[in-house]
Protein backbone atom coordinates (compact mmCIF):
# COMPACT_ATOMS: atom_id res chain seq x y z
CA UNK A 1 0.00 0.00 0.00
CA UNK A 2 1.13 3.61 -1.15
CA UNK A 3 0.77 6.49 1.23
CA UNK A 4 0.49 9.79 -0.40
CA UNK A 5 1.18 12.46 2.12
CA UNK A 6 1.19 16.31 1.24
CA UNK A 7 4.35 18.15 1.09
CA UNK A 8 5.06 21.05 3.30
CA UNK A 9 6.88 23.27 0.93
CA UNK A 10 6.48 25.36 -2.23
CA UNK A 11 5.97 23.58 -5.90
CA UNK A 12 8.43 26.05 -7.24
CA UNK A 13 10.71 27.60 -3.84
CA UNK A 14 11.11 30.66 -3.18
CA UNK A 15 12.64 32.51 -0.58
CA UNK A 16 15.55 30.13 -0.77
CA UNK A 17 18.94 30.74 1.33
CA UNK A 18 22.26 29.52 1.83
CA UNK A 19 23.25 28.30 5.66
CA UNK A 20 26.72 28.29 6.37
CA UNK A 21 27.79 26.64 9.71
CA UNK A 22 31.39 27.47 11.59
CA UNK A 23 32.93 24.79 8.94
CA UNK A 24 34.70 26.79 6.19
CA UNK A 25 34.53 24.25 3.87
CA UNK A 26 30.69 23.36 4.03
CA UNK A 27 27.42 25.50 3.21
CA UNK A 28 23.77 23.54 2.44
CA UNK A 29 20.85 25.05 0.27
CA UNK A 30 17.49 25.35 2.08
CA UNK A 31 14.06 25.88 1.55
CA UNK A 32 11.29 27.71 3.53
CA UNK A 33 8.80 24.80 4.63
CA UNK A 34 4.87 25.83 5.60
CA UNK A 35 2.24 24.39 7.71
CA UNK A 36 0.22 22.28 5.95
CA UNK A 37 -3.04 23.13 7.31
CA UNK A 38 -2.58 26.63 7.88
CA UNK A 39 0.33 27.72 5.62
CA UNK A 40 2.37 29.74 7.59
CA UNK A 41 5.84 29.59 7.17
CA UNK A 42 7.55 27.73 10.04
CA UNK A 43 11.18 27.32 9.45
CA UNK A 44 13.44 25.81 6.60
CA UNK A 45 15.07 22.69 5.49
CA UNK A 46 17.57 20.86 3.46
CA UNK A 47 16.66 20.74 -0.74
CA UNK A 48 17.75 17.32 -1.09
CA UNK A 49 14.74 15.68 1.41
CA UNK A 50 12.18 13.86 -0.53
CA UNK A 51 8.71 14.55 1.51
CA UNK A 52 8.19 17.15 4.14
CA UNK A 53 5.34 17.41 6.24
CA UNK A 54 4.82 20.26 8.99
CA UNK A 55 2.00 20.95 11.02
CA UNK A 56 2.39 23.83 13.30
CA UNK A 57 1.72 23.97 17.04
CA UNK A 58 -1.37 25.63 17.29
CA UNK A 59 -3.19 23.75 14.42
CA UNK A 60 -2.28 20.75 16.17
CA UNK A 61 -3.77 21.99 19.43
CA UNK A 62 -6.97 23.35 17.66
CA UNK A 63 -7.76 20.46 15.00
CA UNK A 64 -5.69 17.82 16.55
CA UNK A 65 -3.09 15.46 14.38
CA UNK A 66 -3.54 14.74 11.28
CA UNK A 67 -4.64 11.44 10.23
CA UNK A 68 -1.72 9.18 9.20
CA UNK A 69 0.23 6.18 10.90
CA UNK A 70 2.42 7.27 13.82
CA UNK A 71 5.96 6.65 12.97
CA UNK A 72 8.03 5.44 15.96
CA UNK A 73 10.12 8.08 17.57
CA UNK A 74 13.24 5.81 17.27
CA UNK A 75 12.83 6.26 13.89
CA UNK A 76 12.48 9.69 13.46
CA UNK A 77 15.62 10.15 15.53
CA UNK A 78 17.62 8.29 13.56
CA UNK A 79 17.67 4.62 16.09
CA UNK A 80 15.92 2.23 13.76
Known amino acids: MSLTV ?6 DPKGETWW ?3 TPDFC ?6 FCVNCG ?7 TNIPCVLFLCDECFETYG ?3 LPEIP ?6 GL
Open 65 to 67: GLP
Open 20 to 22: KPP
Open 28 to 33: TKLEPI
Open 40 to 46: EPRGYVT
Open 73 to 78: EAYVRG
Open 6 to 11: PDSRLR
